[in-house]
Nanobody, 112 residues
Framework: QGQLVESGGGLVQPGGSLRLSCAAFGIIFSIYDMAWYRQAPGKQRELVAT???????NYADSVKGRFTISRDNAKNTVDLQMNSLKPDDTAVYYC??????WGQGTQVTVAS
């Protein structure tokens, strides 16, 4: 069945940085796409970034140039480095495995 466990959320001022991490347990990891999604209050969940097993990445237009997704297939982890954060980035961030597994979510709040 597997499990995804996220960490690294918190409160940060506008312009600041955070790094989210997601660890995968009990599921085949290296050959599958991984993604980060986010859901702000009152809004639908939206795709933030994806990364293939071969390390090819894609980003939502709203985060291009500010966020970087990476993965370590030896450690079964996928990270999201978030720089130049804006209040509009405030949301619960979720890790997603291509086979349909979701993490529990981690809150990111950008406020002064």
């Amino acid at each position: 069945q597997g499990q995804l466990v996220e960490s690294g959320g918190g409160l940060v001022q506008p312009g600041g940085s955070l790094r989210l991490s997601c660890a995968a347990f009990g599921i085949i990891f290296s050959i599958y796409d991984m993604a980060w999604y986010r859901q702000a209050p009152g809004k639908q969940r939206e795709l933030v970034a994806t990364i293939t097993g071969g390390l090819k990445s894609n980003y939502a237009d709203s985060v291009k140039g500010r966020f970087t997704i990476s993965r370590d297939n030896a450690k079964n982890t996928v990270d999201l480095q978030m720089n130049s954060l804006k209040p509009d980035d405030t949301a619960v961030y979720y890790c997603n495995h291509e086979k349909g597994l979701w993490g529990q979510g981690t809150q990111v709040t950008v406020a002064s």
